[in-house]
Structures are given as structure tokens and as C-alpha cells.
């Protein structure tokens, strides 16, 4: 079957992203953090690659009953940051499902470097048809990941297939909140890699459409407004080590790109949704 071409824009858009592995490891260095016996606990607060951090990652753990016992599928799962902490914090089994080649390399990289290989691992594949059989996992979860996929719905129905009956889904996503003039759109679909958004409500129809009933169901529009104005700023405190990276251009574009989105955010063109939903019996 032939891939999607956004997936190849998805692929680039990650390999030219301010944060990797390479950046995170540059960081830790420069910080004066020793890498040898490096503790999960001080790798969190740079690998994250969502917002609001690891307290994000606790709301989900909390909402979806994350206990020791689960096997949980990260979908999209970057560089492992959401994995590691929920192993970390719970002691539970993880899989991370990633697309991009290079945050699939570098969250193995990331996971050896803690000593959590035990419990994280990781696959490289497309949500969109992941290569694990029906009801492999008991929870899944996904934060700021499913606006890079064309098809959200597939991702919503590969969710169902792959989580038990009883198990749930939990995520974070960035959605369409009203329509936006076509420059704007064009704008900020192109500063996020995003070939299309979805909005809140048809989250909520694909999931009731695809054997999930939904248990919690919040508009984090507002909350996020402030948490990306303060990631715009982490940005912009990489920019000496973006330009060493990757070349003032692409800091520029990745600035204006980013700077765009965050307006259109604080504006209500784009919100964000949390949605926590448990999978029906067949
Ligand atoms: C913003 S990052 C989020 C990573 C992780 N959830 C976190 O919070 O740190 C989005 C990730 O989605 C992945 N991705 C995008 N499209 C995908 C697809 N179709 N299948 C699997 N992964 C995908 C990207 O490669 C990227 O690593």
C-alpha cells in the first residue's frame, strides 16, 4: 500500500526538530549533568515533547487507572519521554509506537542511557496501521501526536483493535476550535506538520463510532494558551544550539512557524482536548 505523502513531511518535520536526542544529550552537557548514572527523574524535564510536561502525563495515568500490572502502547511516542516516566513512576511494561526513524533511534538511546530498557521499548510504525495484534495492550495513551496523522479516525479504530475489551485509551490532542481564514490555516498547518485537524466533537463521534465510551472529556483551550506562550520561550532559549544544529533559516522559520500557531492558540482558532474513554465489549 502506498504511504500517504504527508507522512514523508511528518518524517522531515521531525528530523529538522529543535529537540532530539543529539540537543537533549548537548544540554544535559552543558548544564554539567553526567550522563553516567543518569536517573530518569533528571532526564524528565527535557524530554518531553508535549505540553505541559510530566504533570500532563500524571493526569492521564491517573484518569485511565494506570497501574503496575498494565502493558501500555504509547502512540506516537516521540523520543520516549511519556514511556520512560510512566515506567519510571509506575513500573509498568511500555511500548512506544513512533513513525519518524530518528525520535524512534533516539528514545532507544534516551532509554539506555536511564537503564529502563527492561520495561520501555519501542516500535517504529505508522498509528495509522500498527503492527500489533488485536487486544495486545490494556491502556493507551497519546499526547500531542495525532494532528501529524491524515487520517485520526484509523488512528481512533487501530486504538480499538489494539486495546482489550475493558482497557482504555487516554490523549491529549490539538484541535480545530472554528474555522481559519486560509492563510492562517495554511500558516499553521505548515508550522506543525499537520496535513489536517480535527475537531473536539469529531473525536468524540469516532470514538463513540469505534467502541469507546467516553469517561472524561475536557477543553484544555484556555490552560493551553499560557503553557505554549512558555514554550515558545524554551524555543527561544535554544536558539544558539538550533543555529549550531540546524542554521539560523531554520530557527527563523521554526520561530515565525511556532509564534503563528501559539497566536492562532491564545485566539481560540485551535484549542486543545483531553479525552479519557474505556473499550466497549465487542
Ligand atoms: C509532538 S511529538 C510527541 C511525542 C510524545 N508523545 C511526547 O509527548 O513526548 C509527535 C510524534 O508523533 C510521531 N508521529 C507523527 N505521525 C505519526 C504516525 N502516523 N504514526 C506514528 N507516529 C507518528 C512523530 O514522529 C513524533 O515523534
Known sequence: MALHPHLATVVSYYDRHPISAEQILEKLALEGIPLAGLAQAALKAYDQDHYGGVAATDVLIERAGIRLEHRVLDVCSGLGGPARYLADR????????????????????????????????????????????????????????????????????????????GGRLAFTDLVAARPMAAARAATVLRAVAADNLASHAEYRAWLAGHGWRILH??????????????????????????????????????????????????????????????????
Open 217 to 282: 472529556d475536557e477543553d484544555l483551550t484556555e490552560a493551553w494558551g499560557e503553557v505554549l506562550r512558555q514554550r515558545l520561550q524554551m524555543y527561544r532559549g535554544l536558539e544558539s544550539q538550533t543555529i549550531a544544529r540546524l542554521g539560523e533559516a531554520r530557527f527563523r522559520e521554526w520561530d515565525e512557524g511556532y509564534s503563528a500557531f501559539v497566536q492562532a492558540v491564545s485566539e481560540r482558532d485551535l484549542g486543545g482536548c483531553r479525552i479519557v474513554a474505556e473499550r466497549l465489549a465487542d
Open 90 to 165: 509506575i513500573g509498568c511494561q511500555v511500548i512506544g509506537l513512533d513513525l519518524t526513524e530518528s525520535r524512534h533511534l533516539g528514545a532507544i538511546r534516551l532509554t539506555e542511557l536511564v537503564g529502563l530498557q527492561d520495561r520501555v521499548r519501542f516500535r517504529q510504525g505508522d498509528a495509522q496501521a500498527m503492527p500489533f495484534a488485536a487486544a495486545s495492550f490494556d491502556v493507551a495513551i497519546s499526547q500531542e501526536a495525532w494532528l501529524h496523522v491524515p487520517d485520526k479516525r484509523q488512528v481512533v479504530a487501530e486504538c480499538a483493535r489494539v486495546v482489550r475489551p
